[in-house]
């Protein structure tokens, strides 16, 4: 029988044991104790986050994907009514119909499945997620580069890093710290729906990698001088790479190229 580390190595689980930062976690996850919202909790674990958010949900369903975890989970909250202990893979379920966020320490390992999930999902309102802290720097510009999954969502969604836990306050504890990464559904998108067509296949193009620069990839679909003028409409130099353009420049390209 595998010892309780090693099963936690297999599952990508790395416990959260500093009750300070769930609490943290938890009002970021739900700011509003007056408007408590309908909460899914990605991985409960031994339910240190759980206990937090369920203080400040409306209902909160608590996805466990370990047994081993589940009947003390289940006695741990046998008293808590709205508190939904649910066996299974957080990706299997079936996102609710009507508003819900999301919040949870995150496998690392599954983080890009759970974004993609929440992403996909219509009525998720916001996600607040303990992933791996590049991850979260990464998607949210922090290291001054943009990655294509965050341009071409930022119509619809907002990236926000709100900070940096260490990685000892985690058992096991990982190789490298967690962030806390926040991804927001707009409550009215940037671009209509139609624009949202043109925009994704201009962002595509331009991080096609073609030609080493973001101006030369755009002037494979259009003629240079609208490219030069929708560059100095969006202040960028003619060199810049693709990375380095943030959501807001290349907002401001696809409306000089659409226009």
Known sequence: MARPTQRARTLSQNFLTDRATAERVARLAAPDPGRPPLLLEVGAGNGALTEPLARRSRELYAYEIDPRLLPGLRARFAR???????????????????????????????????????????????????????????????????????????????????????????????RVDAGILRIQRR???????????????????????????????????????????????????????VGEVAPDRWLRLHEELTA
Do not use: M
């Open 80 to 174: 808590t009514p709205h508190v939904h202990v649910v066996a299974g893979d957080f990706l299997a379920a079936r996102p609710p119909r009507t508003p819900f966020s999301v919040a949870g320490n995150v496998p690392f390992s599954r983080t890009a499945d759970i974004v993609d999930w929440c992403l996909s999902a219509p009525g998720l309102t916001e996600a607040t997620l303990l992933t791996q802290l590049e991850y979260a720097r990464k998607r949210t510009g922090d290291y001054g580069r943009w990655t294509l999954l965050t341009v071409l969502t930022w119509p619809r969604h907002e990236w926000r890093l709100l900070g940096r836990v260490g990685r000892h306050r985690f058992r096991p504890a990982p």
């Open 187 to 241: 409550p009215a998108p940037l671009l209509t729906a139609a624009a949202r067509r043109t925009w994704a296949d201009l962002v595509e193009l331009g991080f096609s990698g073609v030609g080493g620069s973001l101006h030369a990839s755009l002037r494979r679909a259009r003629p240079r001088r609208r490219v030069d003028a929708a560059f100095r409409a969006a202040r960028l130099d003619h060199g810049v790479l």
